[in-house]
């Protein structure tokens, strides 16, 4: 735990109870061990949406789409929302989710690696969520914030990796460290990283 899990517990006792599609994700992802942001970190990143009136939206790294349906909820009718995932099954699995929730007509699925997907999808964003595996990220932060207009958001999940950060061992770790390093070197984005569940770090682009 990051925070102190009697913290931890309090800021979940304050949230909202979940729809009947999130709930059942939340207990298939507890189940089956599937990592999605669980809903106090989904709740932050609605709330940035609709701070900033994001309209287009991409996610590197979508799982069983949980994190994609609080986005595409927050964006609103008319938004576009791409999903990615290597994973056909989840990807299967999430688009059955999208249906039951009502906004699988914002949101475009793309199967197989996620910066290829974006990379093949034309035009600036305005909000870019990263959870992709975590030796993937130093690629995603040389590739993300140029597809960001000026002002969108970049959000990466798990940066403070269950405390591994203080004593990197594997591929993984060390992506994460990496990543947290230059994130904050970069002069085009303003940065600040929240302690929430496994660390947030959330990044403007200025310019």
């Given at each position: 735990m990051i925070l102190n899990p009697g913290i931890e517990a309090?800021?979940?006792?304050?949230?909202?109870?979940?729809?009947?599609?999130l709930a059942e994700m939340e207990a298939?992802?507890?189940?089956?061990?599937?990592?999605?942001?669980g809903p106090a970190v989904a709740t932050m990143l609605a709330a940035l949406v609709r701070l900033t009136g994001a309209r287009r939206i991409f996610e590197l790294g979508s799982a069983i789409g949980y994190s994609t349906i609080w986005l595409a909820r927050a964006?609103?009718?008319?938004?576009?929302?791409?999903?990615?995932?290597?994973?056909?099954?989840?990807?299967?699995?999430?688009?059955?989710?999208?249906?039951?929730a009502?906004?699988?007509?914002?949101?475009?699925?793309?199967?197989?690696?996620?910066?290829?997907?974006?990379?093949?999808?034309?035009?600036?964003?305005?909000?870019?969520?990263n959870d992709v595996d975590k030796h993937g990220y130093?690629?995603?932060?040389?590739?993300?914030?140029?597809?960001?207009?000026?002002?969108?958001?970049?959000?990466?999940?798990?940066?403070?990796?269950?405390?591994?950060v203080l004593d990197p061992q594997n591929d993984d770790d060390r992506?994460?460290?990496?990543?947290n390093r230059n994130i904050f070197l970069r002069k085009d984005l303003d940065?600040?990283?929240?302690?929430l569940r496994d660390g947030v770090a959330v990044a403007r682009k200025r310019y």
């Amino acid at each position: 735990m990051i925070l102190n899990p009697g913290i931890e517990a309090y800021i979940h006792s304050l949230l909202p109870p979940r729809d009947e599609v999130l709930a059942e994700m939340e207990a298939y992802a507890a189940e089956h061990k599937v990592p999605i942001i669980g809903p106090a970190v989904a709740t932050m990143l609605a709330a940035l949406v609709r701070l900033t009136g994001a309209r287009r939206i991409f996610e590197l790294g979508s799982a069983i789409g949980y994190s994609t349906i609080w986005l595409a909820r927050a964006a609103g009718e008319g938004a576009e929302v791409h999903y990615s995932d290597g994973s056909p099954e989840n990807a299967a699995r999430a688009f059955a989710y999208f249906r039951r929730a009502g906004v699988d007509g914002r949101i475009t699925i793309h199967t197989g690696d996620a910066l290829t997907a974006l990379a093949a999808t034309k035009g600036e964003f305005d909000f870019i969520f990263n959870d992709v595996d975590k030796h993937g990220y130093p690629a995603v932060l040389e590739a993300a914030p140029a597809r960001l207009r000026v002002g969108g958001l970049f959000l990466t999940d798990n940066t403070l990796w269950h405390g591994k950060v203080l004593d990197p061992q594997n591929d993984d770790d060390r992506g994460v460290v990496d990543f947290n390093r230059n994130i904050f070197l970069r002069k085009d984005l303003d940065t600040w990283m929240s302690p929430l569940r496994d660390g947030v770090a959330v990044a403007r682009k200025r310019y």
